[in-house]
């Protein structure tokens, strides 16, 4: 592996996991791992790693971006995110005890549904406020208990959580998200690593950078566009990153 064609794979990588998250509020494991594993022969766990680093920090400018434009729940997104902690531990203990069996398709397939669906249908206004605080404690903990025990989707399904079930707008709900996911991914990826060992460091800073490159830029587009063109743009962003995941895995 020639370290030009490992630059080339990580940009081209991060290109897609910022934009991802910029957007969406997609993991940019969800982009990054199959890449590193196929394209470069990563080790599962370890491109599971990198990628969850590379989250941290765009989760965290994305939602530094959304929430100086007003499209944050912080109240709210504490009480998913603690519930997420927990229960992604609970999931993870389920999930030893279960016959291995994999269900990596799970988050991709999602991708595509929550793509179509905002095309088709785009989310439009924000729900009232009342019973969010129980409804967050049981989505996070829903979210957490199916990322530990599969491994994936959690940026997808908290998104499909916050749009379908607590009614928020599609920006707000990106925003809480991504506020989340800085929290999550930074977890995650201090026990990959704390676990697994040191990562390849020139992977680990190429990808960290360009994903922190293209979810800025994706956040800062996504807080002034109206909010139909934005969930065609989402829609459009998530249909062509679950394609792209789709061929690498399974072609």
Not at 52 to 71: F, P, R
Not at 148 to 155: D, T
């Amino acid at each position: 592996m020639t370290y030009l064609v490992a630059f080339i794979v990580c940009f081209i990588a991060g290109i897609g996991a910022g934009l991802g998250t910029g957007f969406a509020g997609m993991s940019a494991a969800a982009v990054i791992s199959p890449m590193l594993i196929t394209f470069l022969g990563m080790d599962p766990y370890m491109a599971v790693g990198i990628a969850l680093a590379s989250d941290v920090l765009a989760s965290a400018i994305s939602a530094y971006t959304y929430g100086k434009n007003g499209n944050l729940d912080i109240k709210n997104g504490a009480v998913m995110m603690a519930s997420v902690l927990c229960f992604t531990l609970v999931g993870s203990y389920v999930a030893s005890l279960v016959p291995g069996t994999t269900m990596g398709g799970f988050s991709t397939f999602m991708t595509l549904l929550l793509g179509v669906k905002f095309i088709v249908r785009p989310v439009m206004t924000t729900n009232s406020a009342q019973k969010r605080f129980a409804q967050s404690l049981l989505c996070g903990a829903g979210v957490g208990f199916i990322c530990g025990f599969i491994g994936a989707g959690g940026g997808m399904m908290m998104l499909l959580l916050l749009t379908s079930v607590l009614g928020y707008e599609l920006k707000t709900a990106v925003g809480t998200s991504v506020f989340i996911m800085a929290f999550t991914a930074f977890t995650g990826s201090v026990s990959h690593f704390a676990i697994g060992g040191v990562p390849d460091l020139f992977c680990l800073i190429c990808c960290v950078l360009s994903t922190l490159l293209w979810a800025r830029i994706a956040a800062k587009f996504a807080n002034k566009a109206e909010p139909a063109t934005l969930n065609r743009a989402t829609g459009v962003v998530l249909v062509v990153l679950g394609a792209a995941i789709l061929a690498v895995n399974y072609f």
